[in-house]
């Protein structure tokens, strides 16, 4: 028994040695906290203290500064406003979803112009127009250098304000300051402007319309020019497979395919026949124009109301012509009391014995629906001679109709033969001394009343 417990009294130390008993968690937790700690402290060492070759890592930090900047000279294009097409501006933001300069989308918008110029969609500057300070933070947080950093500006700041600088820059070549063109210069733009001002930057916005017609004018002559809906004939002496021929110069390579000349040569086709239809309709709306210059549109009579508005221009001329021939007579245009209602004219002529004096008569005439209305008329006419200048001055006649009188029976042909009204209406000399008469055109309006 006691040799045994003296035994493993003796192996227990070498156990001990050999195999160590395992961590417990909280030393397991310790430990890693520790590693962790060591690893943070190894972090936070400042790069001096890192055994960096100076040379090598400065040549590539500067290598990646430069190639970011370089990457952000061409505005992407979120950050370009479409009218001016440069960066945005102090950015906005449509209601339909596109972004604009605040002053070129100011300047687009006016009382006839409220709709978005990427997609025609109906705006208002003051309800659908956003300031977009999202947009404008990102551009601010881009960085570029000054144009003239070879010349030994180094500036480095946003878009905008490298922009402003630009034209301010000490360090500007004497070449620079010359004036500047447009870009659209090589399509004969022929605007000039002075650097340090931003006269380029208002052309640009401001005459978007006149270089679309230029790039258009300029497309068409190109394509025009060396359009060639023909392949020449292969011969032994070629250049790129067509023949050489001095007078007529070989198609640009975009020609080169049959299928797309045959597309070309539909497209000319349809370019000129657009055009022509374009000629046709432009000669119609000029003789439209013409046609509603010389002559005003007139309502259909059945909606009249019982009213005639007769103005006899070349009042003069009239006057000799009536005078010339006692069955010379002149008609106003015909008018009805109501849509079923019934149908009058009124007559203008010149008794022989009174050369001086005009005679006004209203006259029934047929109309479809004489046999549904009461006869004779009952009514009331007023006539006016409505003096241009002054109201008070116009000459008022009214005339209360009467059974008895023919005039107002119905009519038996289309025109009633008897008419009812004066036959000394007004003296021609008065007419043109109290200026009734004036630019020529007199103004006698006429209103027939169901009584």
Not at 36 to 62: A, G, Y
Not at 134 to 142: G, H, L, P, V
Not at 331 to 360: V, W
Request: net charge neutral; glycine share 4%.
């Amino acid at each position: 028994m006691h040799s045994l417990g003296k035994t493993s009294a003796q192996k227990q130390p070498q156990q001990f040695r050999q195999q160590p008993t395992p961590p417990t968690d909280i030393q397991q937790r310790q430990q890693r906290k520790g590693d962790e700690n060591i690893k943070r402290e190894t972090i936070r060492q400042p790069p001096n203290s890192l055994p960096l070759r100076s040379s090598d890592n400065l040549s590539i930090t500067n290598t990646k500064s430069s190639s970011s900047l370089e990457d952000h000279t061409d505005p992407d294009g979120r950050y370009l406003c479409a009218i001016c097409i440069n960066w945005l501006n102090e950015p906005v933001l449509t209601s339909c979803g596109h972004r604009f300069c605040k002053s070129c989308l100011s300047s687009w918008l006016g009382p006839e112009r409220q709709w978005c110029p990427m997609d025609n969609e109906k705006i208002s500057g003051e309800q659908d127009v956003f300031p977009d300070n999202y947009t404008r933070r990102e551009i601010e947080q881009i960085k570029l250098q000054c144009p003239n950093v070879n010349l030994g500006c180094n500036l480095v700041a946003s878009p905008i304000e490298v922009e402003r600088h630009r034209y301010k820059c000490p360090y500007r070549s004497n070449e620079n300051s010359t004036e500047e063109k447009c870009p659209f210069a090589t399509i004969k733009c022929d605007f000039v402007a002075r650097p340090e001002t931003n006269g380029l930057e208002v052309h640009l916005k401001e005459e978007m319309a006149l270089h679309m017609q230029l790039l258009l004018k300029a497309f068409q002559q190109t394509a025009i020019s060396t359009w060639n809906p023909q392949k020449p004939k292969k011969v032994t002496a070629q250049t790129n497979g067509y023949t050489e021929n001095p007078q007529l110069p070989p198609p640009p390579p975009q020609y080169a395919n049959g299928a797309e000349e045959q597309l070309i040569q539909a497209m000319y086709q349809r370019i000129v026949l657009l055009e022509q239809r374009s000629c046709e309709q432009t000669v119609k709306i000029e003789n439209l124009t013409k046609q509603l210059e010389n002559q005003r549109q007139q309502i259909d009579p059945r909606y009249s109301g019982g009213t005639i508005l007769w103005e006899i221009v070349n009042f003069q001329k009239l006057v000799e012509h009536l005078r010339s021939n006692a069955n010379n007579l002149v008609y106003s245009r015909e008018c009805y009391t109501s849509p079923y209602g019934y149908k009058f004219c009124t007559r203008l002529n010149i008794q022989p014995k009174h050369q001086h004096l005009l005679s006004l008569h209203v006259h029934l005439m047929q109309s479809e629906n004489d046999y549904h209305l009461d006869w004779p008329f009952n009514g009331r006419i007023k006539l006016c001679m409505i003096h241009p200048r002054d109201a008070k001055l116009s000459q008022h006649d009214t005339i209360m109709t009467k059974p008895e009188i023919l005039a107002f029976h119905q009519p038996r042909e289309r025109i009633s033969t008897r008419g009812f009204g004066f036959v000394e209406y007004a003296n021609v000399g008065e007419i043109i001394k109290k200026g009734f008469c004036e630019d020529d055109r007199l103004v006698i309006k006429i209103e027939i009343n169901i009584v």
